[in-house]
C-alpha cells in the first residue's frame, strides 16, 4: 500500500516558481522508486500547470461546478453558526432568531463564490471579526453589486470593500507597501516595529490602521514582535494588479528600491 504525501497551497509555499518546480520535479522522481502517491493543491499558475502538461496527472478542479458551489453552500451554512453563538457578538446576535443569515443569503453567497472557497473564508472573517457588527458587515457584502463574471472579480469586489473600511487610505497603502511587497532576510515576515520605524510612525499606529483588516491579515507574534501576514496569496496578488486593486495598487519597487532588512535592522 503506498503512502501519500499531500502539499497544499504549493503556489503559496515560500521561494521562487523555479523552486516550486523543483520540489514537483523531485517528488515525481520519489514516485519512481518509492511507494508514494502525491497530491498537490494549488491554483492553476503558469508554471506549475506547465510542468504538469509533462507529467502523467490526475486533474481535478473544484471550482465553477454546481457541486463546488454545493460545498460551498453547506460550508457557508454551517459556519455561520460561529458569529451567531459567539459571546464576542452576543449583544448583539442574542435576539436573531436561526437560520441566520437567509437561507437565500447563503446561496447567493455560495453563488458569488464562484466555487472558491477563498471567497467563503474571507467573507466568514470579515463578517466575523471582532468589534464589528455581523449583521452590518454581512448586509455590505450583500450590496457589494454582482455585474460581472471574472475569475475571482467577486473576491476582489469584497477586497476593496474590506480596504475601504480603513479611512487612512494613503497610510495603509505605504504599510501594505512594506508588509507585502518587501524581501525580508531568510523569509521571516516584517514586524510591525519595524514599518514603524521605517515610515516615522508612533508606536501602535500600524496596529491601529489595521485594525479593520483581520479577514485578510494574519496577527501574530513573533519573538515579542507583532507581525502580519495574508492569509492567501491571493491578497497580494490583487494589490499588485492595478486592474483589479483600483485605487488600493501598490507598485512593486524593484530590488534596489525595496527597504531591506538587515540583522533586524531596516534600511531603505
Given at each position: 500500500?503506498?503512502?501519500?504525501?499531500?502539499?497544499?497551497?504549493?503556489?503559496?509555499?515560500?521561494?521562487?516558481?523555479?523552486?516550486?518546480s523543483?520540489?514537483l520535479?523531485?517528488?515525481?522522481?520519489?514516485?519512481?522508486?518509492?511507494?508514494?502517491?502525491?497530491?498537490?493543491?494549488?491554483?492553476?499558475?503558469?508554471?506549475?500547470?506547465?510542468?504538469?502538461?509533462?507529467?502523467?496527472?490526475?486533474?481535478?478542479?473544484f471550482?465553477?461546478?454546481?457541486?463546488?458551489?454545493?460545498?460551498?453552500?453547506?460550508?457557508?451554512?454551517?459556519?455561520?453558526?460561529?458569529?451567531?453563538?459567539?459571546?464576542?457578538?452576543?449583544?448583539?446576535?442574542?435576539?436573531?432568531?436561526?437560520?441566520?443569515?437567509?437561507?437565500?443569503?447563503?446561496?447567493?453567497?455560495?453563488?458569488?463564490?464562484?466555487g472558491?472557497?477563498?471567497?467563503?473564508?474571507?467573507?466568514?472573517?470579515?463578517i466575523?471579526?471582532?468589534?464589528?457588527?455581523?449583521?452590518?458587515?454581512?448586509?455590505?457584502?450583500?450590496?457589494?453589486?454582482?455585474?460581472?463574471?471574472?475569475?475571482?472579480?467577486?473576491?476582489?469586489?469584497?477586497?476593496?470593500?474590506?480596504?475601504?473600511?480603513?479611512?487612512?487610505?494613503e497610510?495603509?497603502?505605504?504599510?501594505?507597501?512594506?508588509?507585502?511587497?518587501t524581501?525580508?532576510?531568510?523569509?521571516?515576515?516584517?514586524?510591525?516595529?519595524?514599518?514603524?520605524?521605517?515610515?516615522?510612525?508612533?508606536?501602535?499606529?500600524?496596529?491601529?490602521t489595521?485594525?479593520?483588516?483581520?479577514?485578510?491579515?494574519?496577527?501574530?507574534?513573533?519573538?515579542?514582535?507583532?507581525?502580519?501576514?495574508?492569509?492567501?496569496?491571493?491578497?497580494?496578488?490583487?494589490?499588485?494588479?492595478?486592474?483589479?486593486?483600483?485605487?488600493?495598487?501598490?507598485?512593486?519597487?524593484?530590488?534596489?528600491?525595496?527597504?531591506?532588512?538587515?540583522?533586524?535592522?531596516?534600511?531603505?
Open positions: 500500500m503506498p503512502f501519500l504525501v499531500v502539499v497544499d497551497g504549493l503556489d503559496e509555499c515560500r521561494g521562487t516558481h523555479h523552486d516550486q523543483m520540489l520535479s523531485h517528488l515525481v522522481a520519489l514516485t519512481q522508486s518509492l511507494p508514494l502517491r502525491v497530491l498537490i493543491t494549488s491554483r492553476p499558475e503558469p508554471h506549475v500547470k506547465l510542468f504538469f502538461d509533462k507529467t502523467t496527472h490526475i486533474y481535478i478542479s471550482y465553477g461546478g454546481l457541486k463546488a458551489r454545493e460545498d460551498i453552500y453547506l460550508h457557508l451554512r454551517e459556519s455561520f453558526d460561529e458569529p451567531h453563538d459567539s459571546e464576542r457578538h452576543a449583544a448583539i446576535m442574542h435576539d436573531v432568531p436561526k437560520p441566520w443569515p437567509s437561507d437565500a443569503e447563503v446561496r447567493l453567497l455560495a453563488e458569488r463564490s464562484d472558491y472557497f477563498i471567497y467563503a473564508s474571507t467573507v466568514l472573517k470579515y466575523d471579526e471582532e468589534y464589528f457588527s455581523p449583521i452590518k458587515r454581512l448586509q455590505e457584502v450583500l450590496e457589494i453589486s454582482p455585474n460581472g463574471s471574472e475569475v475571482f472579480e467577486e473576491l476582489d469586489k469584497l477586497y476593496r470593500q474590506i480596504l475601504s473600511t480603513c479611512p487612512k487610505t497610510f495603509l497603502l505605504r504599510i501594505l507597501e512594506i508588509l507585502l511587497f524581501d525580508p532576510v531568510a523569509g521571516q515576515t516584517v514586524a510591525a516595529e519595524i514599518v514603524e520605524a521605517v515610515l516615522n510612525f508612533s508606536p501602535g499606529e500600524v496596529s491601529a489595521l485594525r479593520g483588516l483581520h479577514s485578510v491579515l494574519k496577527f501574530g507574534k513573533y519573538r515579542d514582535l507583532l507581525h502580519f501576514t495574508p492569509f492567501h496569496a491571493s491578497f497580494r496578488d490583487f494589490l499588485s494588479d492595478p486592474s483589479r486593486a483600483g485605487k488600493y495598487f501598490i507598485q512593486a519597487h524593484s530590488e534596489e528600491r525595496q527597504v531591506r532588512f538587515v540583522r533586524g535592522a531596516a534600511v531603505v
